[in-house]
């Protein structure tokens, strides 16, 4: 559909009453919530969740949301625009039907730039209604980085903003145990809240804070460590025009997201009276231990992509969904998942499976385009921590590895015969012949490669497949140990090398 650029932008005059109602009531709302991050995730994620808390009428606070980098800066002036709303399209799969829902979010009380106005951020510690901090950053913004504090100069770290912001309301309180904070990371980094804490001790001691600060940090304030999921696709490649001219407006924040959603937090279950997830329905959990939920997510579902990735490569897939519809791969994920993995993984085997069957629908999402060369990149090490713990399981237990596993190894390895380019990087073909581009560290691609080349100058006595599955395995810089020392490993690969060259030429 043609752009319309007529239509009035998202505004509180172009909503419903209800709308409006829930917009107004918001507003009026005291800021209980700082939000670190102003991207895609946490509005389909978070906000949404305490949007249904309130139309629900379990909670009765307001966000303030800030971004964790410069960069950020149009799209916190787009939610000013707009005065803190956007529209959430869900739409999936629930049970094997297509569902599609819109809602309009607002949660947002305020939306300003840190680093345009400093003390407004650092005011916010100052409010006996602040509560609680979430944040997504990334990986890499959740990381402690030397700096030096300069008197009225915006921290360029978030573990540093962290810090000020908590100093000033250690002091702005006198250091009153009652006045800590709950800080919820939601960045996809392991025990995040914990090395939220770190970081800001760290900093701490780096600008010299008084010790007794550090000591109300540790003992007033939460860092909950806590397990997302869900996958929130953004602003749609397509369709928008379609809602603009259904709904009679635009929508600058449109965003978009898939039915599942999940969320463990480590921590007491009376907390969801200060934050209502439970009490609204929805998929949060207050638990004691991450570890079973971290262990089942890498392994089945990190699992199954890491499995369907080199294959579906080789075979010229370009999606994941291409792989759970073809006639043989959707298969052999599923059975791989369902016979080889889940037995590996020391879980309620009932539990796990009922989380594989969700998996498995949020793989044929028709609305989400997740491509395979994305999940790709570093292979290495994803297999390493997704997959190979399953194989190494059988091994471990004096048990014959199972083919699937056997093939998913092989696949993978063969995806990384490559020829190095002029300019570093690395390229391999399908089985079909096509190019590919191998994204990873340059110097365990380059040992990979070198395998290869060195297996087929060999004149051992093995076949071809066979000295050539040794040579790879026994990349010890690869693997962290000498896999060609697992008796008949070698051979095993060897044969599904063999398989994956004649089943697919």
């Not at 929130?232 to 599942?260: C, I, K, Q, S």
């Not at 579906?312 to 043989?328: A, D, N």
Request: proline letters at 5%.
């Amino acid at each position: 559909m043609q752009r319309d650029d007529s239509r009035p932008l998202l505004n509180p005059n172009v909503i419903t009453e209800e709308q409006r109602h829930l917009f107004e009531s918001m507003k009026a709302s005291p800021v209980t919530v700082l939000q670190v991050g102003e991207g895609n995730f946490l509005r389909g994620f978070v906000d949404w969740m305490l949007h249904e808390c309130r139309k629900q009428g379990l909670f009765a606070g307001s966000v303030a949301v800030t971004q964790p980098r410069p960069a950020g800066a149009p799209k916190i002036e787009a939610l000013r625009k707009q005065e803190g709303m956007y529209t959430l399209v869900t739409r999936g799969l629930e049970k094997g039907e297509r569902v599609e829902r819109q809602e309009l979010i607002s949660v947002f009380a305020e939306a300003f730039d840190p680093y345009s106005d400093w003390e407004r951020f650092l005011k916010l510690a100052e409010s006996p209604d602040l509560q609680t901090i979430v944040s997504n950053t990334t990986e890499a913004g959740l990381a402690y980085r030397a700096e030096d504090l300069v008197e009225g100069v915006p921290v360029a770290s978030f573990p540093g903003k962290i810090t000020l912001l908590l100093y000033r309301r250690f002091v702005a309180f006198d250091g009153a145990e009652n006045r800590g904070l709950i800080l919820l990371p939601c960045e996809l980094l392991e025990r995040n809240g914990d090395e939220l804490r770190r970081c800001v001790l760290q900093y701490s001691e780096d600008w010299g804070l008084p010790e007794s600060f550090r000591q109300w940090v540790i003992r007033s304030n939460r860092f909950l460590n806590s397990l997302v999921d869900r996958i929130v696709t953004g602003y749609p490649e397509e369709g928008a025009e379609a809602w603009f001219a259904e709904w009679g407006y635009r929508d600058a924040l449109l965003n978009t997201a898939e039915p599942y959603h999940f969320w463990a937090i480590e921590a007491e279950p009376e907390l969801d009276e200060l934050l209502p997830f439970r009490q609204a329905g929805l998929n949060v959990h207050w638990v004691e231990d991450l570890k079973p939920y971290q262990l089942r997510k890498v392994r089945i579902l990190n699992g199954a992509h890491t499995l369907m990735t080199p294959i579906g490569i080789l075979l010229g897939l370009e999606q994941v969904r291409e792989v759970m519809e073809h006639k043989e791969l959707g298969g052999f994920v599923r059975q791989t998942v369902e016979s080889d993995i889940i037995p590996a993984v020391s879980l309620p085997a009932g539990e796990l499976k009922e989380f594989a069957a969700e998996v498995f629908e949020r793989f044929g999402n028709p609305f989400i385009r997740h491509k395979l060369s994305d999940i790709a990149m570093n292979s290495i090490s994803k297999f390493k921590v997704r997959l190979l713990p399953s194989i190494l399981y059988y091994i471990d237990h004096g048990e014959r590895v199972p083919d699937r596993l056997l093939k998913g190894f092989a696949a993978l390895l063969r995806y990384y015969k490559t020829d190095k380019l002029a300019d570093g990087s690395f390229e391999g073909r399908t089985l079909t012949g096509k190019r590919y581009t191998v994204r990873d560290d340059a110097a365990l691609a380059e040992a990979l490669s070198s395998a290869w080349s060195s297996a087929e100058e060999d004149n051992s006595g093995l076949s071809v497949q066979h000295r050539t599955a040794q040579r790879l395995l026994a990349c010890t810089f690869v693997w962290d140990r000498d896999l060609s020392a697992v008796e008949g490993l070698a051979e095993a690969i060897g044969i599904q090398f063999d398989q994956l060259e004649e089943r697919y030429e």
